[in-house]
């Protein structure tokens, strides 16, 4: 698997609600003094967000189940896996749920995918070919576009594979594909596939390089780098000389003598000079994402982070020197994922974060709908607008801030254009006042009347904070994967080391937490601060419904305390006899990661790839129609129901009673 693909999955086996990784030591080291108070930062003015691009709505391939009405989904198209300048300058990427087609002179763009004919919304690698027409390598075959309509070629078939890491396409037109079994070729005319039986120094193939003098190089996963010579039809394989590890190879790209250049997984740079392997870049344990040489000759890098590092931005040599292009220097983000040059000097990289340009002196970012794939928290204030967080569980990245949804258009907030938080933001509330919360890092924001502040720094609080609620009286409860804590007039008072799941302000001012497994796995309550300014002990709650861990609570006005769990939907508290709601009551499913109280008082629970609203003692459920969907939490506005899931945002249309 590529790197990507191995990030992406990573980042995709996160589905919980709340991470339950434990560091007891740092909770222990890292501690504020308890009740210790806090001085709110003075206000910060809200500036305006950047000039966004359109969103579009994309249409699902089946309807929702009436009643309820369609379902809208937004996907992320920021998560960028390649890009290509067309031959009329057009700007092309690839990623997870399609292609988007980028006017650079205007910045308006369009968006393609399995509706207009792609085999497969993964696209991993895109090439244009002499004639204009465009090739992508899918994960489900090789697909063309001749500017008005696709045509699929799918190589399982032979001894080829329809997973496409690359696809190129040599100075004559013929086309090469590198995927899991090996390489394949095309004439214009039948697929041929290669495999190590043939030559091929290993599988699967990363990357296929055609060079001037007719020869291709492809980059394997286990065998080394290999050339192969289509006049003699005899094989090259370059394995490890001068005690480098060879076989690791990743990138590859042809320099502008001709000759490959190649990276070395966890190592370095190296060309080849026609007889030996030399030293071109030391990258320090970053990994490589893609190479490319301007019309100078001059080599360009994208770094995009290993295991054990982040990337180090846009790499260029001039002079014999190498220098950095960094977020600091208006990079849309240091991990980069994709590399495009066109010849007039425009330079096109990507992220996972979108599309970062570097036009008439200066660097803009484009993105279209959500930033992230995977959305962490959605909350609708009063005026009817959507917002959503976009942290990251994953340790190596930093999250990708908040994007506001107003219907018509997508709007961008990190740290970088005014919001005072990390921009790892986890969780996401809106308080009686109307005012929006966010949790980003180890800090807390609110944003009132177009400003934003910060109530709780890192120095106060201990680990990222993953949950906030909110009591009748404005008092605010809020929890890291460690501690819990209660912010009021009178300041900030930790309750520590409760290892919580999930939150809940009650109506009476109190807050039930639900703990990590670790801890037990059931909830407790806590009480305001005792006299001497200090939390009281929580007073733990028997689980007499057999409803198990708790992984979500929600409080109502009227008292009534909602856990969701891996059982099903509990009523714990409040008007009413306990109760314990599970599938056979009409739940969807099991593992309900979100609930939500609606304005008409009904109770909306969200499980992994559907939501069910409680209308009395009745269940209505709602099916996304897709298995993989991921939801993780679940907003209610006015008139739909926002999810923020692991492959974008999905909005229903459900009218209030």
Known sequence: MTPMAIRRLALLANIARRSVLVFLVMAAACAPPAGAPVAPAPASTFPPPPVPTAGVPFALPAPLPTPGGPVTAYPSLNSVTD??????????????????????????????????????????????????????????GVARYDGSSWRTYQLAGGQGDDLVYDVAVAPGG??????????????????????????????????????PDGTVWFSTHSGGVSRFDPASGSWTTFTAPDSWQLPSAR????????????????????????????LAYPTSGQWVCDMAFSGDGGPWIATCGGFHAHG??????????????????????????????????????????????????????????????????????????????????????????????????????????????SDNVRTLEVAPDGSLWAGGGCSLGR??????????????????????????????????????????????????????????AAADGTAWVSHNPIQGGWISTLAARSPDGQPPAGQPITDTLGIGVVTSLAGAADG??????????????????????????????????????????????????????????????????????????????????????????????????
Not at 251 to 277: E, Q
Not at 561 to 579: D, E, Q, Y
Request: hydrophobic share 45%; net charge negative; aromatic share 10%.
């Open 312 to 421: 180090g931005g846009l790499l260029h040599r001039e002079g014999g020197q190498w220098s950095a292009l960094t977020a600091k220097d208006g990079l849309v983000s240091d991990d980069l994922t994709a590399l495009a040059l066109r010849p007039d000097g425009v330079i096109a990289v990507g992220s996972q974060q979108g599309i970062g340009i570097h036009q008439a002196g200066r660097w803009r970012t484009l993105r279209t709908g959500p930033v992230l794939p995977t959305v962490t928290g959605a909350a609708v204030t009063p005026d009817g607008v959507a917002w959503f967080a976009f942290g990251d569980e994953h340790l190596q990245t930093a999250g990708g801030g908040l994007a506001r949804f107003e219907g018509q258009r997508w709007q961008y907030v990190n740290s970088a254009n005014g919001l005072p938080v």
């Open 560 to 657: 009534t305390i909602w856990a969701g769990s891996g059982s099903g939907v509990a009523r714990l508290a409040g008007p009413g006899a306990a109760r314990l709601y599970t599938t056979v009551d009409g739940l969807p499913e099991g593992g309900v990661v979100d609930l939500a109280l609606a304005p008409d008082r009904s109770l909306w629970a969200a499980t992994p790839r559907a939501v069910a609203r409680l209308d009395g003692d009745r269940w209505m459920s709602y099916d996304l129609g897709l298995s993989d969907a991921g939801i993780r939490a679940i907003a209610v506005g006015n008139e739909r129901i926002w999810l923020a899931t692991n492959r974008g945002v999905f909005s229903l249309l459900v009218a209030q009673r």
């Open 174 to 211: 013929d086309v090469w594909a590198g995927t899991g079994r090996g390489a394949s070729h095309f004439d214009g005319r039948a697929w041929r596939a290669f495999s190590p039986a043939d030559g091929l120094a290993g599988a699967p193939v990363w990357q296929v390089a055609p060079a």
């Open 447 to 504: 944003l009132r009347e177009d400003k934003w502040e910060i109530l709780a720094t890192c120095d106060q609080v201990n680990g990222n904070v993953v949950n906030l609620s909110f009591a009748p009286d404005g008092t605010v409860w809020f929890a890291t994967e460690f501690d819990v804590f209660r912010l009021d007039a009178e300041g900030l008072v930790r309750y520590a080391q409760q290892l919580p799941l999930a939150l809940s």
């Open 251 to 278: 990138k590859l790209a042809i320099g502008p003598d001709g000759l490959p250049w190649v990276h070395i997984g966890y190592d370095n740079v190296y060309r080849f000079d026609g007889r030996r392997w030399v």
């Open 83 to 140: 890009l290509a300048f067309a031959p009329d300058g057009a700007l092309w990427a690839s990623t997870y749920e399609g292609l988007v087609r980028w006017d650079l002179a205007t910045d308006n763009f369009q968006l393609m995918s399995e509706a207009d004919g792609l085999p497969s919304p993964g696209v991993l690698s895109l090439a244009f070919a002499p004639d204009g027409s465009l090739w992508a390598g899918t994960q489900s």
